[in-house]
Nanobody, 116 residues
């Protein structure tokens, strides 16, 4: 079955970096667009970034442009989110997502906390 397992979250001071990973299995990873979402307390889940199957197109929400970088390693079935210059407002649970045949699959999420 489809599995998405996020890792790499944690606590960091403002301005610091974190790198999230999402290991995927149960589907042909290399042929699907992968997405990162986040959900802060009391807020709706929002799309942070996505990357198409051959890394030809990358999208970032405005609030993370220039600070976050999405990438993928199709040989390892893994998608990454490099987060630099983190801000307190980046604090959220970050989720990996793939849409297969119109159905959304999610990982369990990984907590990112940015605080001094």
């Amino acid at each position: 079955q489809v599995q998405l397992v996020e890792s790499g979250g944690g606590s960091v001071q403002p301005g610091g970096p974190l790198r999230l990973s999402c290991a995927a299995s149960g589907f042909t990873f290399s042929t699907y667009t992968m997405r990162w979402f986040r959900q802060a307390p009391g807020k709706e889940r929002e799309l942070v970034a996505f990357i198409t199957s051959a890394s030809g197109i990358k999208f970032y929400t405005d609030s993370v442009k220039g600070r976050f970088t999405i990438s993928r390693d199709n040989a390892k079935n893994t998608v990454y989110l490099q987060m630099n210059s983190l801000k307190p407002e980046d604090t959220a649970v970050y989720y990996c997502n793939v849409q297969l045949r119109g159905y959304d699959y999610w990982g369990q999420g990984t907590q990112v906390t940015v605080s001094s």
